[in-house]
């Protein structure tokens, strides 16, 4: 149990009644030692909320509505946006599902929602006098949840909504006559530049009011160039204005009573109001998503490394507990709560995408792109050769489809887009930090039986196989908003892309062989030991090339005595194209084939010395050779085969085993044909003789 001094020194926490099961009834008379201290203490109170439109302000609502119902008003600072007023936009909000739990138990729960408008980055935020009136009056509590939570926001805009917006709320809690605590969200990374983290606010990056100041007269370009270097060791503007504003809260809170809580990565809900409640992309949720419409195959995370994912509800029920707590106890120093699973429940990224994986092949989404199969990495190189292989070929392939089909392409657009929120994601995911949750284990014996079960945040109690599941189950249902009873109609679609895949597999194999492996010397050396030998003995000695086709034709048989594959122009030539594709050649036996077609190996040989009579071994063996065998050979149908019959033969004259050698071997028939200096011209010579 640990008490921090606004210094930032820990020091040990001793709280006012520090009783077994501590419920303060001297202090504001509220709750009996075993009962539901938490709940009874909000009874009749006024509570502020900012941020209730987003993420945690909604689970906080709702779960003050449910499990306090006694509570008297939430005013809610809600802006007007898209010509919505903050009255039709809370409407909107409150007819989500999260609060159908809350609608059946209790259907009046909106008679104590109080929406006031209030835009946080004007100057008194943008409040109207009567309201600042009401407000002061009335409020006990206040929740200050709002925020930009963008990775990529400009710092001016992120330090007025994080940083001065949090200094102008502080200022009018401090006018507020009935204020027992100020509860602030913050974030477990506002200190990410630090390996360990106390529950202590650590010295400013900078002075916050300075920084203010200079940014005020500074325009976008100048305060654009400078960001990097002014947050330093900060990954984003987002967690380096949390750390500015956890200073601002300690210097401006007077005599308020302040708590801070900093949840680490918070993702959809564990329990409550039902599990797997989420309705947002951010953090690993998108991520999810991604890999489980098949779109995401790789991103840079440590397998190893702690996923510090903290469940929503675990978050808001210690945020009401701080505020009880807060109001009660009444702590000297702000206290800080470091919100995270990592150093009492840990569980990793490598285990995290394990079970992801696997409840979206059970579960899968609808219209995949592909089957979701992501792999993390921490290797840079590895992770960039999948963004080639499987992003953006892929998209590009797809794309291309989209275009031949008159649609407009836009899986690529979607993958930069995917880059680039993975990209901010990466710093989190590997790496990891330690965090001293002491404040969080305090507070937890501070309360009572009854609501330790009611605001349970025990994160030991947390199954992660069970909760991931939940979580993506979750997306799908809250975020994407898909039927669970189409489930066999998702599934099926998985079966039909796997089957596309097979085919697609298959036919880029058989490209893949047919274009670099048959024509590279290399591969077919260390292929060709590993097939048969099949030929026969007697075939063996009967026809001695046998020997060496018979590795390239597997089902030899005796061939008939007749058999001359080489008959065609176009079979010719193919054999040609395949060893060698060199116009000239192709050329000469395109035209030797037309002038006299060749049917018998004497026959071809005739034509050959009539161009040129073969002085050389090479140019002799080789012609004949590249003839002879398919005579006697039948199985070698396709060109293919009969390349790799004609390669052996010339292995037999002089065997290669380096590509140039190989190179050099063939370049000798065709050197045979060379000395003409065009082959037509030869030709008609020869022909004209
Ligand atoms: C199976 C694999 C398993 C391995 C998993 C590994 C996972 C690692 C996850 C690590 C998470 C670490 C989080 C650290 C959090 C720190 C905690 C906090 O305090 S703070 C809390 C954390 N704060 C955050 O997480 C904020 C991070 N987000 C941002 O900063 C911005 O949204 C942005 C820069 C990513 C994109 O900006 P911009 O290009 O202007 O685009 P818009 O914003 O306008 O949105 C465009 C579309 O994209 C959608 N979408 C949004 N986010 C994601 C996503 N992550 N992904 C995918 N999609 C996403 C969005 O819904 C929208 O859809 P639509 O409406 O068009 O259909
Ligand atoms: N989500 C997470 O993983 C984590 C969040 N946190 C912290 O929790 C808090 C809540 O986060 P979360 O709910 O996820 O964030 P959301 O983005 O979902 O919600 C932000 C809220 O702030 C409100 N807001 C933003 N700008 C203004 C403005 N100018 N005037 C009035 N209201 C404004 C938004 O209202 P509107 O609807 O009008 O935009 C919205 O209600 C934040 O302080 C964040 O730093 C901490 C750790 C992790």
Redesign the pocket.
Known sequence: MGRRLRDGNVASHTPQNPRTNSCSRWELGVCAAVMACVSEFYAGKCVLITGATGFMGKVLVEKLLRSCPEVKALYLLIRTKQGQSSQQRIHTTLQSKLFDRLREENPDFHKKIIPVSSELTQPGLALSDEDVQTLTQNVHIIFHCAAT?????PLKHALQLNVIATQQLLSLAQQMQQLHAFIHIS????NCNRHHIDEVIYPPPVEPGKLIHSLEWMDDAIIRDITPRLIGDWP?T??YT?ALAECVVQQESGKLNVGIIR????GASWQEPFPGWID????????????GKGI?RT?R?SNDAV?DLIPVDVVINLTLAAGWYTAVHRPKSVLVYNCTTGGINPFH?GE??HH??STFKRNPLEQAFRRPN???TSNYLINQYWILVSHKFPALLYDLFLRLSGQKPQMMRIFN??H???G??????SQDWEWNSDNMNMLMNQLSTEDRKMFNFDVRQLNWPEYIENYCIGTKKYVLNEDMADIPAARQHLRKLRNIRYTFNTVLLVFIWRVFIARSQMARNICDPLLPDLTTDTQKLEYPYQQNTAIYCPCLGPAPAHQAPCTTVYGRMTVYDRVWPYDRVRQCMAVYDSVWPCTTVYGRMAVYDSVRPCTTVYGRMTVYDSVRPCMAVRPCTTPYDRVRQCMAVYDSVRPCTTVYGRVRQCTAVYDSVRPCTTVYGRVRQRMAV
């Open positions: 939570i963008r990775f990529d926001e974030t477990a990374y506002a984003n987002y967690t949390k949840p680490s990565i918070v947002n992309f951010n953090g690993p949720s998108g991520v999810f998503i991604a890999a995401l991103m995370a996923a990224w995290i995408e992801v994986m992501a792999n993390i887009r995917l680039k929120a993975i901010l994601l990466e710093y989190f995911s």
